[in-house]
């Protein structure tokens, strides 16, 4: 079974920017396509981003094209998001999942994004 780690939140102010890490550990992912999925206070955990397991696809949130972006190193077992010009409303716990027969099934804990006006 494989585990995800998330790594890089923080407090940052509105139009910064963070770059969220997930280490997978146990078994490769490299066949595995992963997202990303965000709970913001009170609401339910959302889809965020996605990649393919080779990396040659990629899908996002309305709420964040543009200013996301999903990649992985395979190599290195890792999966990362990079947010630029972030917003109060990205303000939320953000988790990797790896993809299982096309649904998240793996999830990390989660690493806390607090953007401030």
């Known amino acids: 079974q494989v585990q995800l780690v998330e790594s890089g939140g923080g407090l940052v102010q509105a139009g910064g920017s963070l770059r969220l890490s997930c280490a997978a550990s146990g078994r490769t992912i490299s066949t595995s396509s992963m997202g990303w999925f965000r709970q913001a206070p009170g609401k339910e955990r959302v889809f965020v981003a996605w990649?393919?397991?080779?990396?040659?696809?990629?899908n996002y949130a309305d709420s964040v094209k543009g200013r996301f972006t999903v990649s992985r190193d395979n190599a290195k077992n890792t999966v990362y998001l990079q947010m630029n010009s972030l917003k109060p409303e990205d303000t939320a716990v953000y988790y990797c999942a790896a993809y299982v027969g096309g649904s998240p099934k793996v999830w990390g804990q989660g690493t806390l994004v607090t953007v401030s006006s």
């Open positions: 990649i393919a397991w080779s990396g040659g696809g990629s």
